[in-house]
């Protein structure tokens, strides 16, 4: 049985954006890419952010009024995306400066690990007798 934990996230602006999530506690790991990466889509489309993962969003110059949102958005997805993986995967993806970055080589490195993996039990079934 999968346990889920109610949450209220903080929108950008520090406050409360009033809606309260059931969340897996789903951390990526080196057998659960698929599962993962659902869970965070749909997270962040169920926030409006899922532009910040599936397309590079234009970063707005430091000196103008929309940067700080920007800024703050990106980080909370971010945030999200690590706090989402195991301390040995996260610490992997700090380096990252935006949402999409991390997600890119997020999907890169752990697709295909999934891919080989899956790849190497079906070889292992079919070798054995």
């Not at 409006?48 to 703050?72: C, H, M, Q, S």
């Not at 706090?83 to 996260?90: D, E, I, R």
Request: include cysteine.
């Amino acid at each position: 049985m999968i346990s889920t934990q109610e949450t209220t996230f903080p929108s950008h602006n520090g406050g409360s954006e009033g809606s309260v999530l059931p969340i897996l506690g789903l951390k990526l790991n080196r057998n659960n890419f698929p599962q993962w990466a659902q869970s965070i889509m749909m997270y962040a489309c169920g926030k409006g952010k899922d532009d910040y993962l599936t397309r590079e969003i234009a970063v707005p110059e430091k000196e103008d009024p929309k940067f700080k949102t920007w800024k703050a958005e990106n980080m909370m997805v971010m945030s999200r995306l690590i706090n989402s993986m195991t301390t040995k995967v996260g610490e992997i993806f700090m380096i990252y400066a935006t949402a999409k970055e991390m997600w890119d080589v997020t999907r890169k490195t752990y697709s295909d690990n999934e891919n080989t993996s899956e790849l190497i039990e079906i070889k292992g079934i079919l070798h054995d007798p």
